[in-house]
C-alpha cells in the first residue's frame, strides 16, 4: 500500500508550531472516501540531524500532545483553546518527569526561522 505523504516538499523539515500541528487534518483533501478505511495511522517525526541532543525534548514537547490528540480524536469537534488548557494542565506531569518541554506562544512558532543564504 503506497504511502499518503500530505506536505511533501523544501517546508518538510521546517518547525511546527502547536497550533499548525492541532490544525492537521490527517486525511489528506480530495482523498477518496472509500480509501479513508485505508489510512491506518499517522507519525509525526523529529529529525534530529538538525536539533541539538539537548533541544529534542523541548522540540517534541508539546507537539507530541498535539499529534497524539489530532491522529486519535474525532475531528468533530476540535478546539484549539481547549487543547491549549489541557497542555498546560500537563506541565507539572512533565517536569516531575523531568522532561525540558517547550512553552509555546499561541501567535508565533517555538523557535524562529533562520534564513538560509
Not at 3 to 12: H, S
Not at 56 to 85: C, H, Q
Not at 93 to 104: E, H, Q, T, V
Request: net charge positive; hydrophobic share 40%.
Amino acid at each position: 500500500m503506497p504511502v499518503i505523504q500530505k506536505d511533501a516538499g523544501a517546508k518538510w523539515m521546517t518547525a511546527t508550531d502547536l497550533a499548525k500541528v492541532y490544525a492537521l487534518d490527517p486525511i489528506p483533501a480530495g482523498l477518496d472516501p472509500k480509501l479513508v478505511k485505508h489510512i491506518l495511522g499517522g507519525e509525526g517525526c523529529l529529525w534530529t540531524e538538525h536539533i541539538p541532543q539537548d533541544k529534542s525534548e523541548f522540540m517534541a514537547f508539546p507537539r507530541l500532545t498535539g499529534i497524539a490528540e489530532v491522529l486519535w480524536s474525532p475531528a468533530e469537534g476540535k478546539n484549539f483553546d481547549e487543547f491549549y488548557a489541557r497542555v498546560k494542565a500537563q506541565y507539572p506531569r512533565l517536569d516531575r518527569m523531568g522532561l525540558k518541554y517547550g512553552r509555546p506562544w499561541r501567535s508565533r512558532p517555538l523557535l524562529p526561522r533562520v534564513a538560509r543564504s
